[in-house]
């Protein structure tokens, strides 16, 4: 998953300014403990090779210089005015300024998780049911998740792509699925990883821990299947209520204005053009409400 949002941390001049800052970030790090698992998860500290710590010194840092800018922009665009300067207004503005990029920085990580999970659960049923077919038909679990490191199967690939290297490179294969399990941020995949690691560790048939794993998957789907249905008949309805029925009414109604005396300023092209603009931006919010409540299991 992409981390592009937070490419200042591969600076390094940032990095080596930070170091001003490391008990900075030590102390935010300590007051909000989550953020490391959050962290971990995103991919952020193996993507950028960087310590919690470091990155909420780097983003600290980052606030500061923002926070200094802001200020200045400030500052030489109201010695322009007749008003004069106003110094407790830029230090507010910077502050306010430097403010928003902390909350940016602990806020963004979750935006990762957030789409790792859906787009780990988009390709899970189909990767576990290929390692299910694989495992029945003699194929060693290892050989199982090389074929799916290299098929496509998302992050799923490259998060088992990851573990053949380690496994290849010498580190155990029970350990570093448990560290898998521990930093992914799905639940559903993490379930299914630790019934492997279970499996694998007392020696139980692993075939039918899988197949456990997918018929629990599938009756899920099914559940936010129905639970996604319930959710789009209101949302069908108001949605005909703003695509159809409210845009008919009101074209119908500025039409009736026009033939009244006195009343023909307010049914201009100008009005027609701002109806389609308000209701297509309706539209395409309800596109989104849509697309964001479908559920990960289903994909697409």
């Known amino acids: 998953m992409k981390t592009g949002g937070l490419g200042f941390l591969k600076s390094p001049a940032i990095r080596s300014m930070s170091r001003l800052f490391l008990s900075v970030g030590n102390l935010i790090a300590r007051i909000f403990p989550h953020m490391d698992l959050t962290l971990k998860q995103s991919g952020v500290l193996e993507d950028y090779e960087i310590t919690t710590r470091a990155y909420f010194s780097v983003a600290v840092t980052m606030a500061v210089i923002f926070s200094l800018l802001a200020a200045t922009l400030t500052t030489l665009l109201m010695s322009m005015g007749k008003k004069g ?3 407790q207004l830029a230090a507010v503005l910077g502050g306010v300024i430097g403010l928003m990029f902390i909350v940016y920085t602990m806020v963004y990580p979750s935006t990762i998780v957030s789409r790792r999970v859906k787009y780990v659960e988009r390709n899970l ?3 576990l049911r290929s390692i299910l077919v694989q495992i029945r038909s003699g194929v060693p679990i290892f050989n199982s998740f090389v074929s799916i490191a290299n098929g496509d199967y998302g992050p799923i690939s490259t998060e088992l792509k ?3 290297e380690k496994v290849n490179a010498g580190e155990p294969m029970i350990e570093t699925l448990e560290e898998l399990a521990i930093r992914n941020p799905s639940i559903y995949f993490r379930r299914a990883l ?3 690691v279970n499996g694998i560790k007392s020696g139980s048939n692993i075939g039918n821990n899988l197949a456990d794993i997918i018929t629990t998957l599938s009756k899920e789907q099914l559940v936010e299947v129905r639970r996604y249905k319930s959710i789009l008949n209101p949302l069908a309805m108001m949605y005909m209520m703003v695509a159809v029925i409210a845009p008919s009414l009101s074209i119908t109604l500025l039409i009736v204005l026009s033939s009244m005396p006195g009343a023909g300023s307010i049914a ?3 009005t027609f053009w701002l109806l389609l603009a308000i209701f297509s931006f309706l539209q ?3 596109l989104i409400i849509i ?3 479908r559920p990960n299991l289903i994909g697409g």
């Open 85 to 87: 300067v106003d110094v």
């Open 125 to 127: 049923l189909f990767a």
């Open 162 to 164: 990851n573990l053949v």
């Open 194 to 196: 630790w019934q492997l």
């Open 268 to 270: 201009k092209e100008s």
């Open 284 to 286: 395409f919010i309800f």
């Open 291 to 293: 697309r964001s409540r």
